[in-house]
């Protein structure tokens, strides 16, 4: 396995100086070295992978230098508009260094969300024309050669290069930033995930966010021997939960559609809260049927499934932001199980679309189990409870 210190020693030799990105679990280690060995001013998280490689490009007009924008495969997506449109050799020419962490590598067991994406991950870079290599835990002892040998590619091409890493690559990370633990007195995300549920009528429909928060909804459901078959989990596409539920809401607002979002999922497609309070207000009373939609955020302030690295959303207010969106009816940052009962209880006696800012605990059961149905069989379950109600 590779040493993150050693690594952040062989990007610091060739002039990588400068970090940003959206965490992942294959880059945990590294992300955790870099996030308390670096100042501010080296390291920025991103809100989502197309941001990143914004920053990183202004950095690089700044500086000369070749940044790093590290991101799960997942990301690729997300970035493939500014890789092309702003980086590539054929637009500005902006060298950056891309590490992927290959989620779903072949032949490698992963989730089903990531199997079809670390398929085609390699041949994605290929069409975009990005040369790249694979960094695996068997590499340790070349991986100074190959990032300086991908970083000198990067600024003779004038363009983008990536590294592709495997699974286990990455050590355990040397330095951490000390543990805080500014929410410890907070519920627990699991409590929270309780507490809404219990005050929802039995006919709302929910939609869960990816990462833990979907398998916490899934586990509370079991616990209480619940009905779970209104349940959308949204085992990928990180950021869009919330507008999953303005479809389902848009399209049939008999019953409460409820998404139960992140903190760094909301951050990552902000926009989408405009896009909710604008429809809400196209939707208001005054003109028809109001949107019977309640967005609840469960703030952790961190990326918790894939290592726990910082969001921003302890240091802003999203309240604040759902409120100027057009939100019609807001509440929080809150905390308490009972407080949360009165203010889902209250959100959704009136019109929508409503927000509703939870603050929680970090830090998930190690234990936290998987869903046992499939993405597809969860979506006919789904269909079935909609067409039914």
Known sequence: MISPRAFHQALAATGVNFFTGVPDSLLKEFCAYIDAALPPAQHLPAANEG???????????????????????SGLGNAVNPLLSLADPEVYGMPLLLLVGWRGEPGLKDEPQHVKQG???????????IPYRVLGPEDAASAADL?????????????????LVRKKTFAKSEAKRPATSPNADLLRREEAVEAVTAALPAAATVVATTGHISRELYEQR??????????????GSMGHSSQIALGLA???G????????????????????????ATGKANSP????????????????????????????????LTDIARGCGYRAVHGPLSGEAEIRRAVADLLAQPGPRFLEIRVRSAPRADLGRPRETPAENKQIFIQRLRQS
């Open 147 to 163: 990032v300086s040998d991908l970083v000198a590619q990067a600024k003779d091409r004038s363009g983008p290069v990536a590294i």
């Open 254 to 277: 008999r019953n409460p559609v409820v998404c139960l979002d992140g903190d760094g999922a909301a951050l990552m497609h902000l926009g989408g809260l405009a896009t909710i309070g």
């Open 286 to 317: 005054e003109h028809g049927r109001p949107l019977n939609y309640l967005h609840v955020v469960l703030n952790n302030g961190e990326h918790g499934s894939v290592g726990g690295q910082p969001t921003v959303a302890m240091e802003i207010s």
């Open 222 to 235: 079991l616990r209480a021997n619940q009905d779970r078959a209104g349940d959308f989990l949204t085992v």
């Open 51 to 73: 941001t990143a490689i914004g920053i990183a490009a202004g950095v690089h007009l700044a500086t000369g230098e070749v940044p790093l924008i590290y991101m799960q495969n």
């Open 119 to 129: 398929r085609v991950s390699p041949a994605m870079l290929e069409a975009m024309e």
């Open 250 to 252: 848009l399209a049939d």
